[in-house]
T-cell receptor, first 113, second 111 residues
Framework: DAGITQSPRYKITETGRQVTLMCHQTWSHSYMFWYRQDLGHGLRLIYYSAAADITDKGEVPDGYVVSRSKTENFPLTLESATRSQTSVYFC????????????FGPGTRLTVL | TQLLEQSPQFLSIQEGENLTVYCNSSSVFSSLQWYRQEPGEGPVLLVTVVTGGEVKKLKRLTFQFGDARKDSSLHITAAQPGDTGLYLCAGPYNQGGKLIFGQGTELSVKP
């Protein structure tokens, strides 16, 4: 199916564990993004990528690692999860310019105990 | 630092009422976008405005980009329960293709 998918949709983990959230898009969009959404903060950018092998930090990158070896995949890893990383995580992709539509995945709800 | 400030943050109205949501900044934006998000889903783009003073209509929704390109508004006429959701404005931030979002306006329209 065409589109942007995220997995898992729900995840419960413990403090200190490593967690990887997956994101896959089928459009060959150049740009991909990871956001977290918390009450009162809207969507905050964690990391983004302009193309394969090109990544850069967003507003809140601490504690997260990304990679983009293939255009269609953009995994987000929490190296040692903390309770403050409990959130809903959204992946997004965009073809190019700022005025293009940015498409969002359905989100991953992560709980860190 | 929140570059895009939305107001109000919460809005609860009755079906048939009109409402306006504001998105303000001290910075000039080359474009602004409005997204709508329903519970359990990702945001979906409603409109992009690119020219100062531009007005775009989407059925009962009217979007305006300020003349100075520092603010935007979303006006809903005769709101319906189906309009319930989180409305987010977004704009390009610095270089590199980043999009920054306002904190959102949670709209509830009661029948």
């Amino acid at each position: 199916d065409a589109g942007i998918t995220q997995s898992p949709r729900y995840k419960i983990t413990e403090t200190g564990r490593q967690v990887t959230l997956m994101c896959h898009q089928t459009w060959s969009h150049s740009y991909m993004f990871w956001y977290r959404q918390d009450l009162g903060h809207g969507l905050r950018l964690i990391y983004y990528s302009a193309a394969a092998d090109i990544t850069d930090k967003g507003e809140v990158p601490d504690g997260y690692v990304v990679s983009r070896s293939k255009t269609e995949n953009f995994p987000l890893t929490l190296e040692s999860a903390t309770r403050s990383q409990t959130s809903v995580y959204f992946c997004a992709s965009r073809a190019g310019a700022h005025t293009d539509t940015q498409y969002f995945g359905p989100g991953t709800r992560l709980t860190v105990l | 630092t929140q570059l895009l400030e939305q107001s109000p943050q919460f809005l609860s109205i009755q079906e048939g009422e009109n409402l306006t949501v504001y998105c303000n900044s001290s910075s000039v934006f080359s474009s602004l976008q409005w997204y709508r998000q329903e519970p359990g889903e990702g945001p979906v783009l409603l409109v992009t405005v690119v020219t100062g003073g531009e007005v775009k209509k989407l059925k009962r929704l009217t979007f305006q980009f300020g003349d100075a390109r520092k603010d935007s508004s979303l006006h809903i006429t005769a709101a319906q329960p189906g309009d319930t959701g989180l409305y987010l404005c977004a704009g390009p931030y610095n270089q590199g293709g980043k999009l920054i979002f306002g904190q959102g306006t949670e709209l509830s329209v009661k029948p």
